[in-house]
Structures are given as C-alpha cells and as structure tokens.
C-alpha cells in the first residue's frame, strides 16, 4: 500500500465513523508515523509503505476511529505555534485559547515586570506560551489536579520556560500572593450538556470541562476572590465559553473596582475573552 492509498482509505474509514475532520485527523497521523512535514507527504503519495509502519498507522487509525482524540493518540497538540504534550490528564489545548494568550501579550508588554497567574492552567498552554513570548513576565501556574501538574511540568522543561507551579483549588494554591494579571480558562461547559457534547469532547477530563448548572460555578469563584490577589491597577482576563460573555462580565463588574473592562471576539466572531482592569 502507499502513502496516498492508506491516507484516502483512512480518511474513509474516519469519515464512516463520525470523525469530523478526517482528511486532517488522516494526514496528522501519517506525518507522525512517517515523520513528515505537511510537504513533504504532499511529494511522497506514491512512496511504499513497509509492514511494520503500516501496522503501526492501522493501531492507530483503529484508536481514532473509536473516538480517540488525534491528539492523545499523537501525544501532542499545536498551539500558538508551540508544540504541547497532551494526555488524558489535561484537556487539548484549542485554537479559541489563543485569542485568550494574544490579549495577554498585548497586556504584559504593556508592564515593566508583571506577575501573572494562570488558573486552572492544565497542560500549561496560556501560562508557558504567554511566558514563550513575553519572557519578562513571572508566571504562576496552578491546577486542583496534580496530574495536570506534572504535565504542565513536562511542558515548561521541553519549552525551556521558567514557571512557578503550584498544586490547589483556585485561589488557594497561591496564599495571599498578588498579582497584576490573572488569567484563566477555567472549566464553563453547564453539568447538563456534557453528556451532549462530540464523542471526542467526553474523552477529556471531566474536572476541565464541567462548569456547573449554568457553566459559571468558576467565574462566580473566580471574580468573588481574584480582588484580594490583584495587585494595584491589576487585570483579570478570563475565556468564556459561546454565550457566556456579557454574564461574566457582570460578574466581574460586580466584584472587581473596575476602571476599564471588555469582551473580545475570537476568529470566528464568537464572544470568547472577557477582561476587566481594577483600581
């Protein structure tokens, strides 16, 4: 079989399963199994597949065709054009993230030295992409789930990034540490609509995912305590999930001293960053 032949019959074999994105879930696969870049498999249809490697793609296939997130199975997402390794301890870190780590550039370059601290932080992504590119920033990072801990661990030393992290539920894990920005992308999908959500959403931590009955358990939390850990003229940036905005941003009105606050869209339009400053 070749390269071309097994990537037309997996992406068959994943679109009759339900996989949503099987031509790219296909390809991925291929150019990790084969250790080719995106071009380089585009020159080598044609190229033979041995035995072995081909055994190797099929276990694989199987795996995403069962509802196996690609990710998993790789060990690895992108993300901000960093490279992230993932496991069922820590949910994929997503494209939508990212309109969450570019305010956070624009706000920290913005700042002499700030102290950041990213909540719910899972595999690292906001916190040690925000540190990849803004690397005066000293940031925390925290987790209830120590699991998530030691991925996010994993992260910083394959990033080569110098964090702070630290183990417990929210605010607790920091003390009564102060920061100038707090940043985080806490669990917001509502109790009721996990059951509901793609095959390859239920494969990810349930701890990451679930919000509460409304999905606002955390963002209550969240603008309740973050008062008494910003430091003067400090910002709270959170990701909100579609629908969710102009709620937390009341929260966040209602609890912070706020001077300045806002929502901001991600590439598709959806309301997916609310932010507020305090005196």
Not at 134 to 162: G, M, Y
Not at 203 to 226: K, S
Request: with cysteine.
């Amino acid at each position: 079989m070749t390269v071309g032949e097994w990537l037309n019959h997996a992406r068959q074999t994943l679109q009759d399963s339900g996989c949503p994105d099987p031509q790219i879930d296909s390809r991925w696969m291929a150019e990790d199994v084969l250790r080719l870049t995106h071009a380089e498999l585009h020159f080598q249809l044609d190229r033979a597949i041995d035995r072995d490697t081909l055994d190797t793609l099929n276990r694989l296939l199987a795996r995403r065709a069962s509802g196996e997130p690609v990710q998993y199975i790789l060990g690895s997402a992108s993300f901000m054009g960093l490279r992230f390794e993932v496991d069922g301890r820590v949910l994929i870190p997503r494209q939508d993230t990212e309109t969450l780590v570019e305010a956070l550039v624009v706000a920290v370059r913005a700042l002499e030295a700030p102290k950041v601290l990213d909540l719910c932080t899972g595999s690292g992504a906001i916190g040690l992409s925000l540190k990849t590119l803004a690397p005066k920033a000293e940031v925390t990072l925290t987790d209830i789930s120590r699991d998530a801990l030691e991925v996010a661990h994993r992260n910083a030393r394959l990033l080569n990034v110098e964090a702070e992290f630290r183990h417990g539920d929210l605010f607790r894990a920091v003390g009564k540490e102060r920061f100038d920005i707090i940043a985080s992308n806490p669990p917001y999908i509502p109790t009721e609509e996990l059951s509901h959500l793609q095959r390859e959403v239920q494969a990810e931590p349930v701890l990451a995912l679930d919000g509460g009955a409304d999905g606002l358990d955390f963002y209550r939390r969240i603008a309740q305590e973050a008062p008494r850990h910003l430091l003067p003229d400090g910002a709270v940036y959170l990701e909100v999930g579609a629908g969710e905005a102009e709620a937390v941003l009341a929260l966040l009105r209602k609890h912070l001293r706020c001077v300045d606050s806002g929502v901001i869209d991600d590439l598709n339009g959806i309301a997916r960053v609310v932010w507020a400053r305090s005196v």
